[in-house]
């Protein structure tokens, strides 16, 4: 559970926001306290904040807020209703947002904070900037929250010189100038270069949305019949998913299967003196085939 909510705040940071929300799912299907799925719910909804999704977001705190037993009117101060006045702000309700802080309790030192900058936005919207900024100066946040958080309140932060960077395009880089391999910013996934779906990530890469049917002849899958070549591919897809980190990072649908657009694929394929290094490692028949397209003309006669 630690171990996937620590990859959550990691892959936020890089704005890999799909992968930070299954992580953090993950998290909360793994928590055995409700401290721990609060905390889970709460790394998802500042998660669905920064992604630009802040109806998702207060969902997903209601949820934190459920879990807690802080719904209702029999519910009490809980640090959730720190970041549910967040959320309401930046949706632009005011009165909501001042509801939930008389609301918050029990914070944690960067709850404490995020109270404070929604007080101090607060301020800001009334045209009290001076107090506003005085408000924010005082605080000693962590550079890291900080960064994220002004990236929810820009206008706020300005006041005290502090801009918001945006994380790096999400990108990721699958080299296939021999066995495949897959890396984003600069970490190497676990995807397996001799198994399909590796060969299977570089057919999307190539053919873009591609019937299921086109897919199972082009790869190399066990089965006797239609059915259990069908459930051999359904097996590739969801390791392939596993290896990239997210469920929607293959999609499928009206017997469709494509990559996520989420973020941005860069192939890297051999020239034709290393035609045969393509996918080095697989058999699969449309490697072949590439293979044999790209190969100097002179290999080919």
Known sequence: MAVQRGLGSVYRAYGEYPR??????????????????????????????????????????????????QLGPEGGDHRVFASVAAIRLMLGD????QAALNRAGGLTRDDGHLVAVVHAELLRTQGHEEDARDLL????????????????????????DI???????????VNAEGPVTVRMHGEALPLRPQRP???LLVLLLEGGTLRRERVQDALDLPGRDENARRKALSRVVGDLRDALGWPGAVQTGDGLLRLSTDLTWVLHTPGPEQAESFCEGRLDPWLENWRLHHAPLSTVL
């Open 163 to 173: 801009h918001p960077v945006s994380p790096a395009p999400w990108t990721a880089e």
């Open 94 to 97: 005011h009165e909501g947002a």
């Open 197 to 199: 779906e590796a060969a």
């Open 20 to 69: 930070a929300q299954h992580a953090y799912r993950e998290a909360l299907r793994l928590a055995l306290s409700v401290e721990d799925r609060v905390a889970a719910l709460l790394g998802e909804a500042r998660t669905l904040a920064l992604w630009g999704r802040c109806d998702e977001a207060l969902s997903t705190l209601y949820d934190a807020a459920g879990q807690a037993g």
């Open 137 to 160: 100066a005082a605080r000693n946040m962590r550079s890291e929250w900080v960064g994220e958080t002004a990236r929810l309140f820009p206008a706020l932060f300005a006041l005290v």
